[in-house]
């Protein structure tokens, strides 16, 4: 993924360097948007239409690297969501924190019927 949000850089080096406790959460979900969530966690979440943020498991990383060990199928649109174009990792199913945010390799506009699948493996987050 291309970004960790602001909020996640901040926990994680408060945890390393000042020993600030932080508790990582138990049940990661993916969101999608509409337009750049940014590392600050801004951006415009598909809303209505039968959405809702899915969960997402990852599996244990190697080589710095950890990809989704599962696949994450959202419900099928019942209004048409707009033009999907980033997708975000957040700790919550609704409200909560952005963690991490890429752009889509391609963009998908979802119609109503329509169906979104993540398919395990396609989400992969990197640490250089």
Avoid: C
Wanted: a negative charge.
């Amino acid at each position: 993924m291309a970004g960790m949000s602001t909020y996640l850089e901040n926990k994680l080096l408060n945890y390393v360097l000042k020993g600030t406790a932080y508790a990582a959460p138990t049940t990661l979900y993916v969101a999608l948007f509409t337009s750049d969530p940014t590392d600050a966690g801004t951006g415009t979440e598909v809303t209505g239409g039968a959405y809702a943020r899915q969960a997402i498991t990852f599996a244990t990383s190697t080589a710095s690297k950890s990809s989704t060990a599962t696949d994450a199928l959202f419900p099928v649109a019942t209004a048409a969501w707009g033009t999907v174009t980033h997708i975000g990792i957040y700790d919550a199913l609704t409200a909560g924190n952005l963690l991490f945010s890429a752009a889509l390799t391609t963009s998908k506009s979802v119609s109503a019927g329509d169906q979104i699948k993540i398919a395990a493996g396609d989400v992969y987050i990197t640490l250089d």
